[in-house]
């Protein structure tokens, strides 16, 4: 009877490790493509609204779901509070301080790390190009993403099963 | 001093401002930012430079001179972060913030086809706190209004003499309605956000109730909307002098509006120097002219003209 209570454990817990890391991958895609979104909201609110910085960040974690809130709500908070540090250094830090709770990868946050740079100093036509840059390495990331989900998300969550099984079997 | 121009203000320069006497502080007119060059704070009764410590000093060298990174900072806390957003103000060379302040910015310039296209580094800035005195026109209503109607008035002032803080308060007495006249529909046309120091089209001083401002707008194309779209009684305008202006005032004055406005200038032969005023003064557009000075402080009023050139009598006192 404790036996099969310990294998039940051990095919429990190797399963759910398995669907973990396959939830990354499915998350991974999905969260690039929730960011893609928020950039063409700011890519309009600064060409065509000509609205404040931290106002657009406010609206934009009020209207967003975690983690990319958090980015954005940290964001609007280091703008208005940290007494006139560079826009990339608000940003920055945001974007760090959210990074732990994200599914995403290296390649992502460079790319938001690199568009923060420009964020907010030039004019609008500048803003609207550096906006687009960003857009377009963030869907070959997407891209990647995808295909990475397509090939390991099943596969994972096979191998936890498995694993676990194989444990079971060798120790029975 | 106004919250609103605190929190534009870098840390290390709000500590040294705020460590002024407050005999100083409360009198600010402007402060004033440059970058590697000592910071300075000018009142009516002087101007000082402001050391590390806070206190003030007439020697530059003992000045606490900010840095790039001061200046910038200053520059992402006007902006909001935010430069993309302020194209327009960066063009003109100004920007109005809330409570009707202006801060003035000079950098370097970029020039596309001969037009400013906009400032980059900007390094040095000029805040012009902006302060309401309601009530200064009051006293001089009656000389303004013989006998309780509206006349043309040009306001005849060097920069500095209180002339757009008499002018707004004109323009708020008119239409608040006096004890001779009754309310009045008022337009301004505010080509520098000075009169009534919009933000976001909202004026930030008191311009009365029934008063229209437009904001930013040139002044001879903005006397025309106003009269055409809001039907004012009383047009009031900073500043004429160009030639497209006169014509304008001309339309405005056959279209039954009375107008006030302002002329840089010391003097009547001064104002009349100018091609474009002469005309005015000449075809005897204006009612009454009235020259403002500092000989008892900014605001003196020094003469009043009726439509002939004849002296009106009036004992003012400095205005503020």
Redesign the interface.
Same mark, same amino acid.
């Given at each position: 009877m404790m036996k099969l209570i310990g294998a039940t454990l051990i095919l429990l817990s190797s399963s759910a490790v398995g669907f973990h890391i396959a939830h990354r991958y499915a998350e991974r895609p999905r969260q690039i493509r929730q960011l893609l979104g928020t950039f063409s909201v700011l890519e309009t609110e600064?060409?065509y609204g000509? =609205? =404040? &910085?931290?106002e657009i960040c406010e609206q934009l974690a009020r209207r967003e779901k975690e983690p990319v809130r958090s980015l954005f709500a940290q964001c609007a908070k280091n &703008?208005s509070t940290l007494? $006139? !540090? #560079?826009?990339y250094e608000?940003w920055q830090r945001a974007v760090e301080s959210m990074w732990p709770s994200t599914s995403m990868k290296t390649p992502e946050k460079e790319v938001l790390i690199d568009f923060g740079k420009t &964020? $907010? !100093? #030039?004019? =609008?036509a500048?803003?609207m190009q550096h906006i687009q840059r960003a857009k377009v390495n963030l869907a070959t990331e997407e891209g990647r993403a995808l295909e990475a989900q397509a090939r390991y998300e099943k596969m994972c969550r096979s191998l936890g099963i498995l694993a676990g099984l194989l444990i079971v079997i060798l120790i029975y | 001093m106004n919250s609103s121009i605190w929190h534009l203000l870098? +840390?290390s320069i709000k500590g040294m401002i705020e460590s002024l006497p407050n005999r100083i502080r409360s009198q600010l007119e402007e402060i004033r930012v440059r970058e590697g060059r000592p910071l300075e704070v000018i009142t009516p009764i002087g101007s000082w430079f402001i050391s590390a410590e806070g206190r003030t000093t007439s020697r530059p060298e003992e000045g606490y001179c900010p840095n790039r990174e001061t200046c910038?900072?200053? +520059?992402?806390?006007i @902006?909001?972060? @935010?430069?993309?957003?302020m194209?327009e103000e960066l063009r003109r060379g100004y920007v109005t913030i809330q409570g009707g302040h202006r801060i003035g910015l000079v950098g370097r310039v970029v020039v596309e086809g001969g037009q400013v296209q906009?400032l980059r580094e900007v390094t040095g800035f000029n805040i012009r706190i902006a302060r309401q005195v309601k009530g200064i026109a009051e006293p001089l209503l009656p000389k303004l209004m013989p006998r309780g109607r509206l006349v043309n008035l040009l306001l005849i002032s060097p920069p500095q003499c209180g002339k757009t803080t008499l002018l707004r308060d004109l323009a708020r007495a008119v239409s608040v309605g006096t004890r001779s006249l009754s309310s009045q529909k008022v337009g301004i046309v505010d080509e520098r956000s000075e009169i009534a120091g919009c933000v976001g089209g909202v004026p930030q001083h008191d311009v009365g109730p029934r008063t229209d401002v437009l904001d930013g707008c040139p002044k001879a194309e903005g006397m025309m909307m106003m009269i055409r779209s809001m039907s004012p009684d009383l047009l009031v305008v900073d500043e004429i002098g160009r030639q497209e202006d006169s014509e304008a005032i001309f339309e405005a004055i056959h279209a039954g509006v009375h107008l006030f406005t302002t002329a840089h200038g010391r003097s009547m032969e001064e104002v009349c120097r100018r091609p474009a005023l002469a005309r005015l003064v000449e075809e005897g557009v204006f009612g009454r002219y009235l020259i403002l000075g500092r000989t008892r402080g900014p605001g003196t009023v020094e003469a009043i003209y009726d439509e002939r050139m004849n002296h009106l009598v009036y004992k003012g006192e400095g205005v503020g």
């Open positions: 600064i060409t000509a =609205r =404040r &910085l931290d &703008l007494d $006139g !540090v #560079s826009t608000c &964020l $907010g !100093v #030039s004019d =609008r500048d803003q | 870098p +840390l910038g900072k200053m +520059l992402n806390l @902006s909001n972060h @935010s430069l993309y957003a194209e906009h």
